[in-house]
């Protein structure tokens, strides 16, 4: 397994700004993902943060909105760009390993987000 | 398309009695299907695999391919098991997330 830790843990934020969360891993890893949780809601993936390369996006989220760094195999940024209170939500880092058949996706604690 | 359906927002039953979390999942591939539960100010934690085919808490699930469901079972419910579990597949690197369902154990 892995510690995952998220920064800022919790944050409220006039609309129109822009927010950072980062997500730091004790080891490296070869996956990093972004979830959003709406209230009430289940995860929804955003995207998977690629070492070196860009981020790949689900459908219904671009990079303009979320861009993402991974400068690293233990680190990543999520901004939230032009925030308006539908961004309300908790933010999820996860990481993971690939290539092993044990592959199994690890959670940082959240990044609880409250737009006005 | 993945799809997992979780029809249970809401699950409660008495401290003793057996639990049943229903997960029905879609997909084309061969697929890996996980249980995660996040208890009351927690983080999101794995409870089980359908690889491993282990018992974590007493929880068990077995891998139904031909009613393409992934149930959580435990005989005996503790007043602990209280939380939102989610039923989770893997398919193409990518985890798809059913509902949820809001377990609540009554003493």
């Known amino acids: 397994s892995a510690v995952i830790s998220q920064k800022p843990s919790r944050d409220i934020c006039q609309r129109g700004t822009s927010l950072t969360i980062q997500c730091q891993v004790d080891s490296q890893v070869t996956m990093m993902f972004w979830y959003r949780q709406q209230p009430g809601q289940s995860l929804t993936l955003i995207a998977t943060?690629?070492?070196?390369?860009?981020?790949?996006?689900e459908s219904g989220f671009v990079i303009d909105k979320f861009p993402i760094s991974r400068p690293n195999l233990t680190f990543s940024t999520l901004t939230v760009s032009n925030m308006s209170p539908e961004d309300s939500s908790i933010y999820l880092c996860s990481v993971g390993w690939s290539g092993s058949r044990w592959e199994t996706q690890y959670f940082g604690p959240g990044t609880r987000l409250l737009v006005l | 398309a993945q799809r997992v359906t979780q029809p249970e927002k809401l699950l409660s039953v008495f401290k003793g009695a057996p639990v049943e979390l229903k997960c029905n999942y879609s997909?084309?591939?061969?697929?890996?299907l996980f249980w995660y539960v996040q208890y009351s100010r927690q983080r999101l934690q794995l409870l089980l695999r359908?690889?491993s085919r282990e018992s974590i808490k007493g929880f068990t699930a077995d891998l139904n391919k031909g009613e393409t469901s992934f149930h959580l079972k435990k005989p005996f419910a503790q007043e602990e098991d209280s939380a939102m579990y989610y039923c989770a597949l893997k398919g193409a690197q990518k985890l798809v997330f059913g509902q949820g369902t809001r377990l609540t154990i009554n003493p």
């Open positions: 943060a690629n070492q070196g390369s860009e981020a790949t996006y």
């Open positions: 997909y084309s591939g061969s697929p890996e």
């Open positions: 359908h690889i």
